[in-house]
């Protein structure tokens, strides 16, 4: 008797469980479904950034020829000032990350800079002025001679690009992390290049939209 009192009072334990797995499985849905109707139905639109100044202060490219092989050094410092507008009116923007970095032809040359974390409310708009060096970074003979043939026809085309993780927030409610990715043209042009890389001369033309993605 005793036993069969042990074995009644086992199934009962392994009958509650299952009830209290099945009813947290169904809060879990529901608070996605939640979610996934607020998303929905607000549609966060992604946030808009802008390039709004890129001043060039080092263009130094080393050991590189256009008669060897060899790989070169180009050092670059660059600071730039991008602006971000949060154009929902009713979800917030968390900036948890930011990194931002100058490229050449898809080549990034200077170390990523770290924005600090921000929270953007409804229509508001932040304004970052990182200065971006990139010492002796290993530049290809290909790139090199693109470049020279850019200073010599007296403008140049660098990517300012940054890459993070936003969350978006709706009243109390907070989603996951999203990554976010924006590219941004900085076209700079002197009067009469020399055809040798450097800072002298090239001014920032205007401000330009960046492309993003979320």
């Not at 050092?75 to 917030?92: F, I």
């Amino acid at each position: 008797m005793s036993k069969d009192c042990g074995n009644h009072g086992d199934d009962d334990l392994r009958r509650s469980c299952r009830r209290l797995l099945a009813i947290l499985l169904v809060l879990a849905l529901l608070v996605a479904l939640i979610a996934l109707i607020i998303y929905l139905v607000l549609r966060p639109t992604h946030p808009r950034f802008f390039l709004q100044d890129a001043s060039l202060r080092q263009l130094d490219l080393s050991n590189t020829t256009t008669t060897t092989s060899a790989a070169g050094a180009l050092s670059t410092t660059l600071q730039v000032t991008v602006a971000s507008r949060n154009p929902n009116d009713k979800v917030g923007v968390y900036y948890d990350r930011l990194d931002v970095y100058a490229s050449y032809k898809y080549q990034q040359i200077t170390v990523a800079a770290s924005l600090p974390a921000v929270y953007q409310g409804h229509g508001d708009v932040d304004v970052w002025s990182p200065v971006l060096s990139g010492p002796d970074v290993p530049f290809a003979p290909y790139l090199a001679d693109a470049l020279r043939q850019d200073c010599q026809a007296g403008y140049l085309i660098l990517q300012v690009k940054i890459d993070g993780r936003v969350r978006w927030k709706v009243g109390s409610w907070i989603s996951g992390h999203y990554h976010l990715f924006v590219t941004c043209p900085a076209f700079l042009v002197t009067t009469g290049g020399n055809g040798a890389p450097g800072a002298s001369g090239f001014k920032f033309q205007t401000t330009t939209y960046c492309h993003v993605e979320v």
